[in-house]
């Protein structure tokens, strides 16, 4: 009998590739292309928070880390959040430290989906989402958005939520459009979700990335939200470090009681002395709330440098991205032309098609700006040269 015959090795997700981020990245590295593709920082992570990490490593914080978090990381995660939201989440039982917002949104999503049961998936959505409820034998339901849209049409949510729907997906700031919630859209959620009892799982890793005097408006804010809600944040986006994979899920005490059951089979516990280094850099403010401006900068640089293309670019409202629509200048279907760019002018994007379930093409680009000035100066130059 040949090993793919065997039923052990048959596919859960069997409609599932290598991701478009790994993809993208691994062809701008190829053409050594402008990788504005993958939403990760260009630039280091603070010294001041480096050398905490040497500290922790030093004094010895290198065994287990206990399976909920380093307390003085839930602690310091409580203050913040209570500063933010005025809502006391309690670290001993409500606060879970993860490995990266990945993490948090998978166990979270393990813990209430049951096979059978449909969850409401705003698309486009980041990836994660899809396979997540799909292991879980969940069904994605979907409310499909354009990547231009101006707002949630709620009567079409409501329309889609049936006796099997268990829980609904947000993510604010979003990835990849850029939009924000607004608070009538939190108070829409409240109700749809308070009225049909739905679980909600709110992604918020990008809620200090925001603009124009825009404010985050977290589902911990809404009172009427957070009992219900697995609020899932990562220090990735907000210390510039991706690559250490710290992130947390803050919910009710009865919710996290069985989120921590599966967390703990999962990974146990997370890197010890990164906790402690976090914990103590969140002391200061200051270090997360320059973010907004920092990235706002950056957004202003590229939309300036890609200004005279013809692009069509609704200003990002928060997070590390900037669609483009390039309807007016090419018929080209997104992917291919993604992959074009990357290979012949020199920069990588991703393809909007790809967070939609059908691959709809809607004739646009996601562009990470989370780079040094010159590199998106750069690239809007090359982007710029070429014959549209
Ligand atoms: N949610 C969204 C919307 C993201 O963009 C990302 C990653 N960039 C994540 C979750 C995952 O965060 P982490 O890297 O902390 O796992
Ligand atoms: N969240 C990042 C993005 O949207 C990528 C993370 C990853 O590569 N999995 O680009």
């Known amino acids: 009998m040949t090993l793919t015959a065997r039923a052990g090795i048959r596919s859960k997700l ?30 280091d992570c603070a010294p001041g928070l480096q050398a905490l990490v040497d500290k922790y490593l030093k004094l010895g914080k290198n065994q287990y880390a206990p399976m909920a978090g380093v307390t003085a990381l839930r602690e310091a995660i409580a203050k913040k959040v209570y500063e933010a939201s005025m809502k006391e989440y309690h670290p001993e039982t409500e606060i879970t430290i993860t490995s990266g917002a990945t993490e948090a949104l998978f166990v979270a999503l393990s813990t209430v989906v049951f096979p059978g049961d449909e969850v409401i998936v705003f698309e486009p959505a980041y990836d994660s989402y899809v396979p997540a409820i799909e292991l879980n034998g969940g069904i994605p339901v979907f409310v499909t958005l354009d990547p231009q849209y101006q707002s949630i049409d709620w009567q079409e949510v409501r329309s889609k939520i049936t006796d099997k729907t268990k829980a609904i997906i947000i993510n604010t700031p979003h990835n990849p459009t850029g939009n924000v919630w607004k608070a009538t859209d939190m108070q829409e959620l409240a109700q749809v979700a308070e009225l049909h009892d739905l679980i909600v799982i709110s992604d918020e890793v990008y809620e200090h990335i925001i603009f124009d005097g825009r404010g985050h408006i977290s589902a911990a804010s809404v009172p009427a939200l957070s009992e219900r809600t697995f609020l899932c944040g990562s220090f990735g986006k907000t210390f510039h470090t991706t690559g250490w994979k710290v992130g947390y899920c803050l919910a009710p005490a009865g919710l996290t009681a069985e989120f921590r059951k599966i967390h703990q089979y999962l990974v146990f516990s997370v890197v010890t002395p990164f906790q402690y280094a976090i914990a103590e850099y969140l002391n200061e403010p200051q270090h997360y709330l320059e973010l907004a401006a920092f990235y706002e900068k950056k957004r202003n640089i590229f939309l300036d440098a890609i200004k005279d293309i013809g692009f069509i670019a609704k200003p990002s409202e928060g997070s590390f991205f900037q669609n483009v629509s390039y309807e007016k200048l090419s018929e080209e279907h997104d992917l291919a032309l993604a992959e074009r760019l990357t290979k012949e002018v020199g920069v990588a994007s991703i393809p909007l098609s790809s967070f ?25 130059e090359l982007l710029q040269k070429k014959k549209w």
Do not use: W
């Open 356 to 380: 939609y379930d059908k691959a709809t093409d809607y004739k646009t680009l996601r562009f990470c700006f989370a780079k040094n000035d010159d590199t998106l100066l750069k690239a809007g």
């Open 14 to 43: 069997p409609n599932v590739g290598t991701t478009i981020f790994t993809r993208m990245s691994r062809l701008a590295e190829e053409h050594h292309a402008i990788n504005l593709a993958q939403g990760f920082p260009e630039f």
